[in-house]
């Protein structure tokens, strides 16, 4: 997809339709996204040309499917918005 900043690139998770499990940024860094088997984003992480990760994020699910937890880092945030 053209943008204005250059060429956005989408891959979608197998046997999951519409989960975008990769995008690939204009300055060729990228965003891998991981799901579990109910399909839940379980972590994003942002990835620089070099494959280095620059940044993190993980989630955490109840069994309502309501996300009670955000790894980000080493730091680890519940549902309250306090921290642990």
């Known amino acids: 997809m053209p943008a204005p900043r250059g060429v956005f690139g989408y891959q979608y998770a197998s046997g999951v339709q519409g989960l975008v499990s990769k995008i690939s940024l204009p300055n060729t860094a990228y965003i ?17 040309s070099t494959n280095e ?18 790894l980000r880092g080493m730091v680890t945030t519940n549902g309250a918005g306090s921290t642990n």
């Open 53 to 70: 990760a620059l940044d993190y994020s993980g989630y955490a699910y109840n069994n309502g499917n309501q996300r009670t937890q955000l």
């Open 32 to 48: 891998s996204n991981f799901y579990d088997s109910l399909a839940r984003l379980t972590n994003t992480t942002l990835f620089n």
